[in-house]
């Protein structure tokens, strides 16, 4: 069964930072586009940043270019997303989504799978 799992969510002051997990099952990450998204209330899904599977290539949105870092761990099927700098317009559900193929696609619809989401909510 393909799953991914994501944690690391939580409450964090503007200016805190955190670190997202998505842990990957039934799968490998070396075929596959792993991409983190963001949802706010009253908002439509937006990509946040992209990992590739073959060289690790990399892909972030305007947003929080310089403050997010995505990062894969193989041996734990693992990908991550650093967040730093937080700002209260960083607060929303964060999921994690599969993609097989090497090619970065920024529409959440042509992603395969995706994880639960985890709430990230910056305020002080």
């Known amino acids: 069964q393909l799953q991914l799992v994501e944690s690391g969510g939580g409450l964090v002051q503007p200016g805190g930072s955190l670190r997202l997990s998505c842990a990957a099952s039934?799968?490998?990450?070396?075929?596959?586009?792993i991409g983190w998204f963001r949802q706010a209330p009253g908002k439509e899904r937006e990509g946040v940043s992209y990992?590739?599977?073959?060289?690790?290539?990399?892909l972030y949105a305007d947003s929080v270019k310089g403050r997010f870092t995505i990062s894969r761990d193989d041996a734990k099927n693992t990908v991550y997303l650093q967040m730093t700098s937080l700002k209260p317009e960083d607060t929303a559900v964060y999921y994690c989504?599969?993609?097989?193929?090497?090619?970065?696609?920024?529409?959440?619809?042509?992603?395969?799978?995706w994880g639960q989401g985890t709430q990230v909510t910056v305020s002080s």
């Open positions: 989504a599969a993609r097989r193929g090497l090619v970065f696609v920024l529409n959440p619809s042509g992603y395969d799978f």
């Open positions: 039934g799968f490998t990450l070396d075929y596959y586009v």
């Open positions: 990992i590739s599977g073959d060289d690790g290539k990399t």
